[in-house]
């Protein structure tokens, strides 16, 4: 149970980034759904304390908010690729050598997992030249590895190909039925649909309004004629 | 201290531990010579000794001296080596050579016939009253010591527009004089070991007037050990083979020897 | 010495590096830019020549600037030995290399993604050097600060070439080797402690004109 | 001089730059990663001052290592003056600096990627330091060659705290000052020649080292 | 006109990248479709000459192949998006004051584009500050200005909002009504659909074979049950 309070965060262009009330339930996927800028990856930036608030407080599972708590509990996708130099290998040990994570899944799971994806022949490569799409998929198995309570997903099927982000729709809903929090920003609003319980609304900024999902999509689609 | 001399020999490793070591600092135009490290060697074998010969100005010699950095000195500056002595850091000094300090000049300068003949205070004189470039160390060493007396004696001030000031050893102030087709005053035998490499030639011979004398002197204060090697190298420099080793030193090279000795 | 006299040297000492430097860095960048985005035989090998050039003593520069302007040299005509045009060509020479080395490093590394931008921009060949430079600009003054501390640290080569003229051209360092060689430490930690000011000043003036990146 | 005697002084002279550059780049680095990670009060003005002391002229820090180790000095009863130890002391003062303010340059730039990264991989304080070690290896090189570069090169603070002692502390450039001082132009160049030779050589070593990046 | 013959390049590990013989029609809007890692992007660096290959030859309108003719004919959006240092404004304005194009658009033209994707208030900020989607819309914007004959779209839509990928598509059909070749690399087959000519599907760095849409996308949905 993750609960923002009355954060407020200014930005660099005099906006101010807010959050009045948010609480966040174990077990239930949220969708970040909003326009491109209205604040989406801000919040998950926030909460992994990646980026700080001038004011109000986030509590996770009543323990406070600090750095230590936070990698106790929350494991991050980034919108942007990011890794260390060596090739794709490299990085996947690093995550052994370096993390100091408890909860790592083990070689065994990293190994399927890579096998999964398709990248096992990829692995000997400079992780800076691999394409868009494997790069995606390496931060993926990357934060599946990291094995949390809570899961932040920043677009990461952005740039994935169909057959991928079906292994992802599907990997996320198993992480679901294993009780985790998952925030998922996409801009699929179909994919939203299929995957969220809840859907967190954006702009400007601002969080709109959290809402079930059910309820959500049916005003959607009631009041937009986006598809085809 | 000694002990600790001994420590740090072995630490370093680059010298067997039974070997002594000595500082002896010196100044830049004995140093340019090669004398010192022609003459040490039969000091260095007869008594099992190092010999660290470190040249530097007359000035950093002399602090090198009263830091106790300096082991012994071997340097030409008669007023100040006194000074150093009165002041409690030295015990004694020895005279062991001398030699003479000349001006020199441009080759084949126009002025240098018309200064032949004069005294050295006239020829100074002669150099500012016809503002001719001169350069002068400026570095408080005992040649520019010398240097500044003879100013004095001649009666002319040295604040001619081509009086240069440089701050440097005798070898480099050659070499600039050189450059500059300017007058100098040096002591012989750094012209001597240097004049190959210089467009200058000697315009006012030595003189009486002009001599140079080196001594060596010994610090106060010196653990027994080390005061027994600074004893011994300043008998050494006294004893007749090497007093007559000094006289006939730079003989074969430039056909006059550049050191004399009170005989 | 005077007071007035310090204030000359220093700043005849800064005249001296900060021209050098000057020239040094504008030369060395835009030499490096043509080297990095020209493909040319041995451009490898020439690299590698200006690293190395990094550790030629100065002396040795000053020595060769010396050698051709002594009256025996090929420029002796002109009588520049012991003047302060001598000691700033002895320190152009020293500090090229340097910036060429620090340039190259960081065109090495982030070169090719302006590259790229370049070409999505469809931008002349000529005109991509002038974005080089722009994007270089805030990396630039660490190869500023370098040069001009080495030039302005500098003694071997200013000593050789410019002579520590009193008066004429005696700056900061060739004024500390003097007076340290005199055995006035006092007089020496003085002007030291004056040149890490004016360089703590200049560091702070140069680092004022980086922007936020 | 005698070649045996011109060996000697070239292996004395890399043994002294090589184990300066090596303490001065390993401190040097280190510091200057603990002090981009860590907040605290006047770190703009510790990063200012690094900076400028890279513009001390070398013969300050000779100065200081100079009176530290006279037998006044602090440290005068191990009697270290006019020794290699003195000599490297001064190098790795003289060095440290221009190690840090280049390696703080490059974290300013590439710093916040990588810390990120390590926040995402969840990384122990104390392990983050190793992983910029590890990323920053490959602009080490270009650190390595400047300091190393610097510290071959310099003559002011080793013919100080050295002496020059032929056979025992003399390097190459104070040999290189000292016949140049005495004219003797072609022993200097020759001397320069080796010099920048084994530059090279060292350059094309370390940069071997530099894995394709 | 744009004529692809017998190009081969080896990548690093040891794979060949291959086009036999493609033949690109002006009008045309070609998908580029496949696998993450099946070499579309690639196939675009190639024709822009970003990236050289070791035997074979392009042809551009009949006039050969080198850098001159290339920026003569063809703009290019990465996948990445890439600009210089500086607020999103001066990097508007490097377009007009450094690039060589002699058909740029003019800036009555980008400030309408800036105000309808919604980017008139972020001009001051710096770009690398920028959301990912507000950089892919700078990125799609600048490709709009260099106003080429051939256009080259790597995922330009992978992080924009719905409401943006409905006015970049209308640009794209834009363009085609002007005549312009557009080459379209996507992995939203219904976006492929909807927009495209013809289908370049690729797979292990290889065209597997060019076809007209209308039959690609039907046998796609008889061999496949991809949707919900
Ligand atoms: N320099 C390189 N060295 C080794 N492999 C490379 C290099 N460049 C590209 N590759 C490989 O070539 C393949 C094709 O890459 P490309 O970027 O063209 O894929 P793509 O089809 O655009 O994929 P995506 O949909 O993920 O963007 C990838 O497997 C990539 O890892
Ligand atoms: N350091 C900053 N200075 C100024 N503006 C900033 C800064 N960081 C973010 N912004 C602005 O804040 C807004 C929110 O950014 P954020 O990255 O959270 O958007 P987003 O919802 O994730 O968008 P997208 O869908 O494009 O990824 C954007 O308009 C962005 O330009
Ligand atoms: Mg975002
Ligand atoms: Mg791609």
Known sequence: MISFRKIKKNMKNQKKFTINKLDLKKGYVYAILGHNGSGKSTLLKLLYGITN??????????????????????????????????????????????????????????????????????????????????????????????????ILLDEPMASMDFDTIRIVEKKIKDLKEKNKTILLVTHDFLQAERLSDEVIFMQNLNIVEKYKSENFFKDFYFNNNYFF | SSTAKGDEQSKSGDSKETVKEITLVTTTSLEDTGFLEDTLKGFEDENDVEVNVVAKGTGEALELGKSKDADILFVHAKQKEEDFIAEGYGVDRSEIMYNYFVVVGPKDGADNKSMKDLSASDVFKYISENNLPFISRGDESGTHTKELSLWEKSGVDNSFENYNEVGKGMAATLQM??????????????????????????????????????????????????????????????????????????????????????? | MEIIEVIQIVIRSLYITITATAIATITGTLLSILIYLKEFKLKRQIIMIINSLMSTPPVIMGLIVFLILS??????????LFSSYAMIL????????????????????????????????????????????????????????????????????????????????????????????????????????????????????????????
């Open chain 1, 53 to 150: 608030f001038e004011s109000g407080s986030i509590i996770i599972n009543k323990e406070g908010f600090n750095e230590k708590i936070v990698h106790k509990y929350i494991s991050y996708h980034p919108q942007d690729t990011c890794y260390l130099s060596g090739s794709l290998e490299d990085n996947f040990d690093y995550i052994y050598k370096y993390s100091n994570n408890e909860d790592l899944l083990d070689r065994g799971s990293l190994n399927e997992l890579i096998k999964e994806f398709g990248l096992e022949d990829m692995l000997d490569i400079n992780i800076k030249r691999l394409s868009g799409g494997e790069q995606a998929k390496f931060q993926f198995i990357r934060t599946l590895i990291m094995n949390k309570e809570c």
């Open chain 2, 177 to 263: 004089a050189s450059e500059m087709k300017a007058y100098a005053l040096t002591d012989i035998g750094t012209f001597l070991a240097t004049k190959d490499n210089l467009d200058l030639e000697i315009v006012k011979q030595a003189d009486d007037s002009l001599k140079n004398v080196y001594s060596i002197v010994t610090i106060s204060e010196l653990d027994k050990e080390m005061k027994i090697i600074s004893d011994k190298l300043v008998e050494y420099y006294k004893s007749e083979s090497v007093q007559k080793q000094i006289k006939e030193y730079g003989v074969s090279e430039y056909g006059e020897p550049l050191f004399f000795v009170f005989e």
């Open chain 3, 71 to 80: 009256r025996k040299g090929p420029l002796g005509e002109f009588q520049l």
């Open chain 3, 90 to 213: 002895a320190q152009v020479l020293l500090l090229i290399p340097i910036a060429m080395s620090l340039t190259l490093e960081y065109l090495n590394k982030c070169g090719d993604e302006i590259l790229i931008t370049c070409k999505v921009l469809q931008i002349n060949k000529k005109d991509i050097a002038k974005i080089f430079l722009k994007e270089i600009k805030n990396y630039l003054i660490i190869v500023i600060i370098t040069t001009f501390g080495r030039g302005i640290s500098e003694v071997g080569a200013v000593m050789l070439v410019g002579g520590n003229i009193r008066g004429k051209t005696m700056v900061m360092t060739t004024y500390i080797a003097q007076s340290t060689s005199m055995g006035n430490f006092d007089e020496s930690l003085m002007i030291a402690a004056i040149l890490i000011l004016i360089s703590f000043m200049s560091t702070f003036f140069i680092k004022s004109l980086q922007k936020d990146s």
